[in-house]
T-cell receptor
Framework: QQPVQSPQAVILREGEDAVINCSSS?????VHWYRQKHGEAPVFLMI?????EQKGHDKISASFNEKKQQSSLYLTASQLSYSGTYFC??????????FGTGTSLTVIP | NAGVTQTPKFRVLKTGQSMTLLCAQD?????MYWYRQDPGMGLRLIHY???????AKGEVPDGYNVSRLKKQNFLLGLESAAPSQTSVYFC???????????FGSGTRLTVV
């Protein structure tokens, strides 16, 4: 049930771009993205509900391909504050919701 | 503007002891969840509730029990703690409109 994320870890220099992928073996109704700083709780970034939908906030955006059961998170011109672990979360039409194993993102000067 | 509050923040238990983790939310959310987080395994769903008086099992429910007697509170119980239950536990809630989850700050539990 747990979605699979790739890559598991990535190191970037400030200003570089990154893509984090999330895929599921089950049909999806929604995809969430969260960021977790070390020792803190996950913080909600965005939710995508429709197939092919794209959303964005500042330099972080995401896409959701319902047919392929995949979502991608795009981080553009990364900043030091982007460092953390990114989780996707996927839900079906029921009430269960599962998080991926996470992608560790480190941005260095 | 409290959001989701978890107590306690840290706890050390001996094998076989019992304890209850409390989660309280002040956002009038219908859905509440308990997750555990272990290194390399992400967040795994233990139990969840879709409303007052209801509970359901997630993917790793063994060794845990829950109760939702009031809409704002969701309790996670360990009847007989085992070292395998050493983990960080997060409570989360959301409303009916499938908006993002709001997480508590977590409880770090060590069973020795």
């Amino acid at each position: 049930q747990q979605p699979v994320q790739s890559p598991q870890a990535v190191i970037l220099r400030e200003g570089e771009d990154a893509v984090i992928n999330c895929s599921s073996s089950k049909a999806l109704y929604s995809v969430h993205w969260y960021r977790q700083k070390h020792g803190e709780a996950p913080v909600f970034l965005m939710i995508l509900l429709k197939g092919g939908e794209q959303k964005g906030h500042d330099k972080i955006s995401a896409s959701f391909n319902e047919k392929k059961q995949q979502s991608s998170l795009y981080l553009t011109a990364s900043q030091l504050s982007y460092s953390g672990t990114y989780f996707c979360g996927t839900g079906n039409t029921g009430n269960q919701f599962y998080f991926g194993t996470g992608t560790s993102l480190t941005v260095i000067p | 503007n409290a959001g989701v509050t978890q107590t306690p923040k840290f706890r050390v238990l001996k094998t076989g002891q019992s304890m209850t983790l409390l989660c309280a939310q002040d956002m009038n959310h219908e859905y509440m969840y308990w997750y555990r987080q272990d290194p390399g395994m992400g967040l795994r769903l233990i139990h969840y509730s879709v409303g007052e008086g209801t509970t359901a099992k997630g993917e790793v429910p063994d060794g845990y029990n829950v109760s939702r007697l009031k809409k704002q509170n969701f309790l996670l119980g360990l009847e007989s703690a085992a070292p395998s239950q050493t983990s960080v536990y997060f409570c989360a809630s959301r409303d009916l409109r499938d908006r993002g989850y709001t997480f508590g700050s977590g409880t770090r539990l060590t069973v020795v």
